[in-house]
Nanobody, 127 residues
Framework: QVQLVESGGGLVQAGGSLRLSCLAS????????MGWFRQAPGKDREFVAS????????YYGDSVKGRFTISRDNRKNTVYLQMNSLKPEDTALYYC????????????????????WGQGTQVTVSS
């Protein structure tokens, strides 16, 4: 059973930056494609970004392209989400997730593509 723990959330002003981290324990982290999702109050959980097991390929939701960057360090069992130029509409609970799928090279957008989920870290962007 893979355990995922997110950290790095907080309160930031619009235009600011945050870096989220997700530490994985148990399981073979370096073989899992990883993703970040977010969920705002009253809304569905949405895809933010994903990354292949090697880190060579990454994918982004339209609303964060050019502002967010996903990366990973397999030696540290950690995936990151660097968030720049934050907007109030980025306010949400952010989740990391691990997939067991070996196809699509990390291009995994759906909730069902992921097997393991963290508990989330809150990001609040004030205007």
């Amino acid at each position: 059973q893979v355990q995922l723990v997110e950290s790095g959330g907080g309160l930031v002003q619009a235009g600011g930056s945050l870096r989220l981290s997700c530490l994985a324990s148990r399981g073979a982290f370096s073989t899992y494609p990883m993703g970040w999702f977010r969920q705002a109050p009253g809304k569905d959980r949405e895809f933010v970004a994903s990354i292949s097991w090697s880190g060579a390929a990454s994918y982004y939701g339209d609303s964060v392209k050019g502002r967010f960057t996903i990366s990973r360090d397999n030696r540290k069992n950690t995936v990151y989400l660097q968030m720049n130029s934050l907007k109030p509409e980025d306010t949400a609970l952010y989740y990391c997730a691990a997939s067991l799928r070996s196809d699509y090279n990390g291009r995994l957008y759906a909730l069902d593509d992921y097997r393991y989920w963290g508990q989330g870290t809150q990001v609040t962007v004030s205007s």
